[in-house]
């Protein structure tokens, strides 16, 4: 079975909540676990070596890594940034490669620009050669429907005061089904490929 890891920043909780619901989704089709970005794990402005080193083994385990982090200016939090930017000294040995990615956001306004975070995630996964995976949900058609704010490139969701709507977590626990499912898809056909006569 597939092994998802939810990489992510999380200021005053939210993004944790979002992240926790997407390991739980995760769960039906393998392992999930959560590697919370920390602030003290960055020095002088940049992630620092040791935790690197550290994230870069659990995301080489991994079989689909779903990135997150809350929406500041149109974009991810510095400390996300300070750990994809550490995540340069591997791409030329491209070992996340193959791997499916994925994106989750939170704003306090209900668009914020969350997409441009998305897209941030997107262009980082493509950069390590990994497989984008959006959501796979209409949306938008009514507040409590999934993906109820309609975004196709992954999960945004709302808060105003730290609190979650029901059917934000229920996307971010249908994102990280969607994610693990296809990670473990491509994990079984690998193996097909490596047995076959």
Avoid at 45 to 64: K, N, V
Avoid at 78 to 91: L, P, R, V
């Amino acid at each position: 079975m597939a092994h998802t890891l939810i990489v992510y920043f999380s200021a005053e909780g939210s993004t944790h909540q979002l992240a926790c619901a997407i390991r739980d989704g995760a769960a039906a089709y393998g392992g999930a676990s959560l590697l919370r970005l920390e602030p003290r794990h960055i020095v002088d402005g940049r992630y620092a070596p040791p935790a690197m080193a550290a994230s870069a083994e659990s995301l080489r385990r991994a079989d689909a890594v779903i990135f997150g982090s809350p929406t500041y200016m149109g974009g991810p939090a510095a400390q996300f940034k300070a750990f994809a930017d550490a995540g340069s000294a591997y791409w030329r040995g491209q070992p996340w490669t193959d791997k499916v990615a994925a994106g989750f956001t939170i704003g306090s306004s209900l668009n914020g620009d969350q997409q441009g975070t998305l897209s941030y995630f997107a262009t980082l996964a493509a950069q390590h050669g990994m497989l984008w995976c959006g959501l796979d949900l209409p949306g938008g058609k009514h507040i409590d429907d999934l993906n109820r704010l309609g975004c196709q490139l992954g999960l945004c969701a709302h808060s105003a005061d730290g609190s979650l709507h029901p059917a934000d977590l229920a996307t971010a626990r249908h994102l990280g089904a969607r994610a693990a499912r296809v990670a473990d898809r491509l994990r079984r056909n690998a193996l097909l490929e490596e047995n076959a006569p």
